[in-house]
């Protein structure tokens, strides 16, 4: 079936380190979208990549998505404490919208 | 804009007991999700409504689950009987255009099964 996959599973990184985490679709997809859950809470809505190879920023972050539209990258500059939570991407290979298992982020002060 | 809400936030029931989750999305939202976090994963899309008819319910347990979207606006989720598998959150979600456009999740509903 569609697969999304995400990698890695788990990081820590010390407050002030890079972090990136990897989305792999199995087919091609019209979107990506990534999504942001705190401990404890809802996914809450990042951003939406639409164009192959599209890159785009959010003050610290910045998301890209492949060309082939099969993969995607968060990547995180200089972590902060209210970067904790578990991070998911997740497309529509069709009509439906499919979730990773998600990256989850732990902040070391 | 208010947010998408659920009822109840918990639900704690023994085994093959019933329940019932209640949803009620963004105004004017067309999608309607409901999808099945177990701790520690992703959410599992059960099923999906696009005003009141059903997109997708391919990995709904229809056996002992069933959901329901009347009138195209709110919508509840059934478990009859419950199994032990199924203590999760159970999260609704709409968005406007389908898969194209941002879900917006409610808070979920916790359910533990004992």
């Known amino acids: 079936g569609q697969q999304v996959m995400q990698i890695p599973q788990y990081q820590h990184v010390q407050e002030g380190e890079d972090f990136t985490t990897y989305c792999n679709s199995s087919?091609?997809?019209?979107?990506i979208q990534w999504y942001k859950q705190r401990p404890g809470g809802h996914p809450v809505f990042l951003i939406q990549?639409?164009?192959?190879?599209e890159v785009k920023k959010q003050k610290r972050l910045t998301f890209q998505f492949g060309e082939a539209k099969k993969n995607s990258s968060l990547h995180i500059t200089a972590t902060q404490t209210t970067d904790v939570g578990t991070y998911f991407c997740?497309?529509?290979?069709?009509?439906?919208?499919?979730f990773g298992k998600g990256t989850r982020l732990h902040i070391l002060p | 804009e208010a947010g998408v809400a659920q009822s109840p936030r918990y639900k704690i029931i023994e085994k093959r007991q019933s329940v019932a989750f209640w949803c009620n999305p963004i105004?004017?939202?067309?999608?309607l999700y409901w999808y099945q976090q177990i701790l520690g994963q992703g959410p599992k899309l059960l099923i999906q409504?696009?005003?009141?008819?059903?997109?997708?319910d391919s990995q709904l347990p229809k056996d002992r689950f069933s959901a329901e979207r009347l009138k195209g606006v709110d919508s509840t989720l059934k478990i009859q009987p419950a199994k032990l598998e199924d203590s999760a959150v159970y999260l609704c979600?709409?968005?406007?255009?389908?898969?194209?456009?941002?879900?917006?999740f409610g808070n979920g509903t916790r359910l533990t099964v004992t």
């Open positions: 997740a497309g529509p290979p069709d009509d439906k919208i499919i």
């Open positions: 105004s004017g939202h067309a999608t």
């Open positions: 990549l639409v164009k192959s190879g």
């Open positions: 087919t091609t997809l019209s979107n």
């Open positions: 979600a709409s968005s406007p255009r389908g898969a194209n456009s941002p879900l917006h």
């Open positions: 409504f696009q005003n009141n008819g059903v997109v997708d």
